[in-house]
């Protein structure tokens, strides 16, 4: 075998540099677990009643895929720099260096707009953030420049209320795993 030059090897084994959600594959695979749940009972009451046909089986996996659209989540990638969100209907990205606003919305399933100052924007579910670490990090590592490149102008008592919030799961969670908690 030949040996990989720097950047093959770096390829092959991840990036290093960008962080990943890791809780999406096992959110999607609940995903798809409901939606073909819910086809499977529709299509056992559907033949029980004796009305299956292949254009009712039709119906309902058209009607699965729409369950699967509603409960996919979003599969969310920082680098150094950017932050992106990949759902159903394509992907979005903003440079998280150059942010100039973000907005919080909703109350228990709360999510962040983020806009960058090319005209870019993305939604971002709020738990993703505190389940992720790494994620977090990228994303606080940006803001930072943006503060000090003076582009964020709308949304720091927002992401400061998220740091303090991530920054004590995070001390818990440490003091816990030690044993004085």
Known sequence: MGR????????????????????????????????????????????????????RTGLWAVLGIGVLAIFLPSRVTAGDGWLAVRGFMGERRVRTDALVAVRQYGGIAAHLVLRDAHGRWLELDRRVLDANPLVWHLLDAG???????????????????????????????????????
């Open 143 to 181: 803001v930072r420049r943006s503060l000090e490149h003076g582009t964020l102008r709308h949304g720091t008592h927002v992401l400061q209320e998220l740091a303090d919030r991530i920054d004590g799961q995070e001390a818990r969670a440490v003091l816990k795993a030690s044993g004085l908690l």
């Open 4 to 55: 990989r030059t720097a950047p093959a090897a770096a390829a092959h084994a991840g990036r290093p540099d960008t962080a990943v959600d890791r809780h999406w594959r096992a959110d999607a695979r609940r995903a798809v677990h409901y939606s073909l749940a819910f086809v499977g009972l529709l299509m056992l009451l559907d033949w029980g009643a004796g009305s299956l046909t292949l254009p």
